[in-house]
T-cell receptor
């Protein structure tokens, strides 16, 4: 297993377009998390899956954001009608316990 | 609102000096984790502390969890240029979701 993979690494999109990011967690991990990080800040929690069930969503996750984890494997995060304020690093992490995450390298989104 | 206050936000020191980073909250956490992040990459877990008063050492890094499980510190002895990076503390919320609240990070620069 090569760790948590995120694709793409970088995405530049025009305001108003939709974007989708993919995360492939470590295969044995049943928990998957999405976080967003802006420059100079720590990551902020967006949402959490245990297997295929989305158990918690932050109020940061507006109606334009949706996340899925079909069959409890990979996950996707979609942002509809992107805005400049959506520009950030989107981080995915997986874990099997509360003892710490393994993060992916992130997807850097730039909305122009 | 649960907050983790990390200090200092920026630290620039000479090689060989010692330093301490602090992470404080009014909330009790079930565990506290420290991560290090390089530019353009996801955070990498350094350590997890679980028990109040716990001290863990990782080579030249010493981590301590406060007795009340509300605060933590990271001490680096004889810093080296390879220690340069963003250090993040993160508290795990009680409730077994594994959700983390991150501090805003400490950017450390160690000059040769």
């Amino acid at each position: 297993d090569t760790g948590v993979s995120q694709d793409p690494r970088h995405k530049i999109t025009k305001r108003g377009q939709n974007v989708t990011f993919r995360c492939d967690p470590i295969s044995e991990h049943n928990r998957l998390y999405w976080y967003r990080q802006t420059l100079g800040q720590g990551p902020e929690f967006l949402t959490y899956f245990q297997n295929e069930a989305q158990l918690e969503k932050s109020r940061l996750l507006s109606d334009r954001f949706s996340a899925e984890r079909p069959k409890g494997s990979f996950s996707t995060l979609e942002i509809q009608r992107t805005e400049q304020g959506d520009s950030a690093m989107y981080l995915c992490a997986s874990s099997s316990t509360e003892d710490g995450y393994t993060f992916g390298s992130g997807t850097r989104l730039t909305v122009v | 609102t649960q907050l983790l206050e990390q200090s200092p936000q920026f630290l620039s020191i000479q090689e060989g000096e010692n330093l301490t980073v602090y992470c404080n909250s009014s909330s009790v956490f079930s565990s506290l984790q420290w991560y290090r992040q390089e530019p353009g990459e996801g955070p990498v877990l350094l350590v997890t502390v679980v028990t109040g008063g716990e001290v863990k050492k990782l080579k030249r890094l010493t981590f301590q969890f406060g007795d009340a499980r509300k605060d933590s510190s990271l001490h680096i002895t004889a810093a080296q240029p390879g220690d340069t990076g963003l250090y993040l503390c993160a508290g795990a919320m009680p409730g077994n979701t594994g959700k983390l609240i991150f501090g805003q990070g400490t950017t450390l620069q160690v000059k040769p």
